[in-house]
C-alpha cells in the first residue's frame, strides 16, 4: 500500500488490526515529531505510557532519550520518531523478528518513504534486527555505520530502556557511548542537511502536546 500523505497514512495505521497484538493494546501507536526532519529515530514499540497517549517514547526511555538528545543539540520536535511495532505487546514483552518485520513492512516503510530523512538511529535490538540484519547484536553491532534497505544510512545505539536497568561503572560507560552514536548521526545528519534546525530554545513537552488523544484513546480503551 502506498499512502499520498502523512496524515493519510497516520489516520490508516491508527485504525490497523492486521495482527493479534493490537487486541492486548489500547491501539496502534503511530510517530511524532518532525515528518520533514532529516533525522529518524526508530524505537523498538510502545510501553505502557505510549500505549495511553498514543504516541512513541514519551515514557521513561523517551524522557532520557530527551536528555541524551539535548545533550547532542537536538529537541524532539525537530526529529521524527517512530517504532518498529505500533501496538505494546502483552505483558511489555520483548516482540518476535517476525512480529516486527510484519509490522514494520506495513508501516515503518511507508513512512520513511514518505519522510525521506537522511540519517536513521536504529534504537536497541529490535530495531537493529528490522533495519540491519535479523542476526544483529547491539552490543557489536551499535556505533557502526550501516545502509538500509531504503538506501539510507543508519547507526544503531543502546535503548534508553537499557541504560535505565544499568548502574555504576556499566552505565556510565553505556551513556557515554549513546553519546558519541547520537553525535556521530548528528553530525552526519548536519552535511547532508546543512539546513537542518536541530533544536528549539526549550525542552519539547510531548505529553502536553498529545494529552488530547490520551483522553480520546481512554473513551476507545479495548477491554484488557
Ligand atoms: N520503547 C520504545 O522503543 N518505543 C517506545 O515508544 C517506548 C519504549
Not at 526511555?61 to 536528555?67: A, H, Q, R, T
Not at 537493529?128 to 544510512?153: A, C, M, N, S, V
Request: with cysteine.
Amino acid at each position: 500500500m502506498s499512502f499520498p500523505s502523512h496524515e493519510n497514512l497516520e489516520e490508516a495505521l491508527l485504525q490497523c488490526s492486521a495482527c493479534p497484538l493490537c487486541k492486548d493494546a489500547i491501539g496502534p501507536t503511530s510517530c511524532n515529531g518532525s515528518i520533514t526532519s532529516p533525522l529518524a529515530i526508530v524505537g523498538e514499540g510502545p510501553g505502557g505510557v505510549e500505549d495511553e497517549y498514543g504516541v512513541p517514547l514519551v515514557g521513561p526511555s523517551g524522557k532520557l532519550l530527551d536528555k541524551a538528545l539535548w545533550s547532542v543539540g537536538v529537541t524532539r520536535n525537530c526529529v521524527y520518531t517512530t517504532n518498529v511495532l505500533k501496538c505494546r505487546p502483552k505483558g511489555n514483552r520483548t516482540p518476535t523478528v517476525e512480529e516486527g518485520a510484519f509490522c514494520a513492512s506495513r508501516w515503518l516503510d511507508e513512512e520513511l518513504s514518505l519522510v525521506q530523512p537522511k540519517v536513521i538511529i536504529a534504537l536497541g535490538s529490535v530495531a537493529l534486527k528490522y533495519l540491519k540484519d535479523p542476526h544483529g547484536r547491539i552490543t557489536k553491532d551499535r556505533g557502526q555505520w550501516f545502509e538500509t534497505k531504503y538506501g539510507i544510512p543508519a547507526i544503531a545505539t543502546y535503548h534508553p530502556a537499557y541504560l535505565l536497568r544499568l548502574t555504576g561503572p556499566a552505565l556510565v560507560k553505556a551513556k557515554w557511548e549513546v553519546f558519541y552514536d547520537l553525535q556521530a548521526a548528528v553530525t552526519k545528519c548536519k552535511e547532508q542537511a546543512p539546513d537542518w534546525v536541530s533544536k528549539s530554545d526549550e525542552p519539547t513537552d510531548l505529553l502536553s502536546l498529545y494529552e488530547e488523544r490520551r483522553q480520546e484513546r481512554r473513551g476507545t480503551r479495548n477491554e484488557i
